[in-house]
Each structure stands twice: as structure tokens, then as C-alpha cells.
């Protein structure tokens, strides 16, 4: 059932040329970025005479492609989270959902997963046009590797988050806009209490879960952290539902 | 609460649609929705679409429909996984009076396979397309019968008769089974007769005799939005 509310969703999405454009547009930003980077790379490391200073040319391109994708992520989340319970609201088209023979959850677990598909194309892409640095060099695939689940991660932190935002309002802009500041106070969260590694509200950063992903490093505590992330929004996104529900 | 959602599917006032897609894309994914099983969907939806005259409107996008087939679209989606009972609200409010007639046909026409339960405030619609009503005023049931006693309570024993030059009332009160008579503001005079009598055909003799100028003859039917007020005003006394 859940399938079949992600596949609803899917579908949504790409009947409306939204989806494409933002596809399209955001995988020419990584692409341009890719090709930077790898420009970049020979004028960099043609300057670096010792090979302390030398990287890798994955994690040089790859650290320039995902530092992107990660900060464009903070934008496209929001705009594609924003439609999703809140249009649904405006049109009046909940009673058709919950008319069905589903529950709450399967059907904010079903948006949630529809949304993650539909990004997750982006980091499959993301991951294959790295990966054409094969060709001519010898890849770490382990660093693709880690950081594409760093990044899928934190896309479905983003995106839980976001539907919690879409299912408070009947407005989507106002949700948009709402999981944009949320999502931007977690990730400045980090510039305030980053220096101090006790405290606790530096440790509720997003950033700093995402940054160990970056270096290639996949750490359990940070992969329960956005499971949590995601899992506490969802839970919120179906309690508020049933609230609407109940009151008709 | 899901077994219940599986058998009584609901059609709210407000449509809900999913414009952007295509009606065929739109009750695949009801379908899907209803746990209809795989390989089933393309002849629930054919059928769905056959029922509601939709065929020839398979790829439109709903957003480009008229109000009318936007309603069968509503209408096919509930019936698309053969409910038992089929929930409807307000089915032909905002639709022009042909789209209301087909509307309510189709509505008959599903009628016959389903139960379907309709909630209107139109009460001619009543009268056209159920069988069995009841008027809830303020959260009580105040009548719960079928249609026909609702007509019989509409009827009444009275005629309606318009006369060019009406005689005095007792000339009338002589015709043998009136009761009651009384000529009303506008002209016309209202006869009351007893229950077994059938005086309509000795008022238009009587009326040919004398020459009272008879022009117009007719039951004189309580609306039924009387009989809807009457039934919610006595609940009203009663309290």
C-alpha cells in the first residue's frame, strides 16, 4: 500500500513539467560543478609541489560535486515537500485518501517515500557521473559510496521535516517557507555551537551528522541520527492528520 | 476503521480530483488505492469507465473535463472496486440542469448494483432518484420511511380549481363528497374532500352546467420542502 501511495505521488510529480525542470536543472548545476572540479583538480594539484598536499581526485571532485548537492538539497527539498499534504489540503482532496482502505501512516510514509525516490534519482545520477572518472583514473568508490548515503540521509531528514511543515498549513508557499528556516536554523546550528563538543544543541546539527558522510566515513551514530530525524517528523506529520481527521 | 473504508466508498461535495492527471491514470490509481488486485485494475477501470460514459474521455486530463463528467470521474472512482454501498454528497450541486439529469441517471443506473446513500439538501432530487429517506434536522432523525410515504403525505385530499366566474362558496360545498371549500388570494378556490370521495368529475359537471368559466383543475400538492418544514417545525414544538 505504501508503494502504491509513492508511485501516486511519483506520478504527480512528473505529470507536471515541475519535476522534470527541477530535475533537469539541478543535474546541470552538479554537472557544471563536476566539471569545475575536475578542471580545477589539474591546476590545484599542479601547484601543490609535496605530496602532503595532494588529494585524491575523488575526494577533491567528489567533496566540490556533494558540498553542492548538499547545500542546493537545503532549497529543492522544500519546494518539492511544499505540495504535498498542503495542496492536498487546498483541493480537498484528503477525503479521497482517506477514504481508501489505508492508514494515516501508510499514506504519509507512502509521500515521504515517493519524494525520497524521486530525489534519490538525482544521487543515483549524482553517483553515476562520478563515476565516469574511472575511465581515466582509479576511483574510490567507498567514498562515493558513503557519502551517496550521507546524502540520501539527510534528503529524507529534509524531506520528513518538510511534509511535517506541508501538513500544518493549507498554503504551500508558507510550508516552503517554514521547512526552509527550519532546515537552515539545524544547519547554522553548527556555526554557533560547533567549537564546543559537549553541548547539546551543537549535536542536534545536521551539518555536523552530514559531515563525517563527506569524508568518506559512515558512522552508525549519524545514520541513527537521521533515521530518528526523519521518523520523530513522520510520526508528528500522522498525529497532526489524525487531529484533522477526527475534527472532520 | 479499514474494513469500513474497504466497503463504503464516499464521493464528498468537493470533488476530490487529482487534475493533473489523465482519467484513466487517475482511476488506475484509485484502483490501486482500493486494493483492487493487479490483475484486475485494467477491467475495473474499463468498467468503471463504461458505466459512468467516460469512455470516449479515457485521456483528457480531469482539469479540461466539464463539471459534469468531472462529477462521473467522482462517481466512477467510487464505484470502481464494487463497493457495497456507495456514499454520495451533494452529487449534482454546481452542474447545469442537463448534467443534474444525466447525473441523476447514472446515479439510478448504479442504484441497481450498489446500495447508494445520498445526502442532499434538493428536494426534488429526493423524490427523482431514492427509494428510501430520512430527514435528520439538528442531529435527530425526524422521518424515516420510504418515498411513498412521503408522497402520500404530500398529496392530501385537495383540489385546486380556477373558475372564470366562481359561484358562491356553498354552491360548491353542495357537490356531493366536498367537505371544505375556500377561494384563496388568488383567485383560485381550494376544495377539501373526504377520503374515499373522488369529486373531481362532479365539480367539472356542475362547473359545464352552470357555466362557472372552469379553466383549471389539479391536485393541490403540498412541495415537499412543506413537508420537510412541517416535519422539522413539529420536531421544534415538540421541544
Known sequence: MIIN???????????????????????????????????????????????????????????????????????????????????????????????????????????????????????VFIAAMLSTLNIWADIDFGFLLANSLGLLLMVAGFSALGIYFSSLTQQPVIAAILTFIALFALMMLDRFFGDDPTNVLGSLSLTRHFQSFASGLIDSADIVYFILFAVTFLTLTVRRLDADRLRG | ??????????????????????????LTMAARLHRVSAKNIKKAVENAKERCGLTHMSKRLIENLSNGYQQRVGIAQAIIHSPMVVILDEPTVGLDPIQIRDIRTLIREVGTDHSVIISTHILPEVEMVCDQVQIIDKGKLVFNGSIDVLKRQRVGNKLLIGLRNPPAIEEILRISGVSEAESLANGLIRVRYAESAEPAEAIVQAAVQQGWGLHQIAPDQTSLEDVFMQLTYQEQLAV
Open chain 1, 5 to 123: 501511495v509513492a508511485r501516486k505521488e511519483l506520478k504527480s510529480v512528473f505529470a507536471s513539467p515541475m519535476g522534470w525542470v527541477i530535475l533537469s536543472l539541478l543535474m546541470f548545476a552538479f554537472g557544471t560543478q563536476y566539471l569545475n572540479a575536475v578542471n580545477d583538480y589539474f591546476a590545484v594539484m599542479s601547484g601543490a609541489m609535496r605530496p602532503a598536499e595532494r588529494t585524491g581526485v575523488t575526494q577533491f571532485v567528489g567533496q566540490s560535486v556533494y558540498g553542492l548537492a548538499s547545500f542546493i538539497m537545503l532549497f529543492a527539498v522544500p519546494l518539492l515537500s511544499m505540495r504535498l499534504i498542503s495542496e492536498e489540503r487546498r483541493s480537498q482532496t484528503l477525503p479521497f485518501l482517506f477514504s481508501a482502505p489505508i492508514s494515516l501512516t501508510e499514506i504519509v510514509v507512502g509521500k515521504f517515500v515517493g519524494l525520497v525516490a524521486f530525489l534519490s534519482v538525482l544521487i
Open chain 2, 1 to 26: 476503521m479499514v474494513t469500513y473504508r474497504k466497503c463504503a466508498p464516499y464521493l464528498p461535495e468537493m470533488r476530490p480530483l487529482y487534475k493533473e492527471l489523465t482519467v484513466d491514470e487517475y
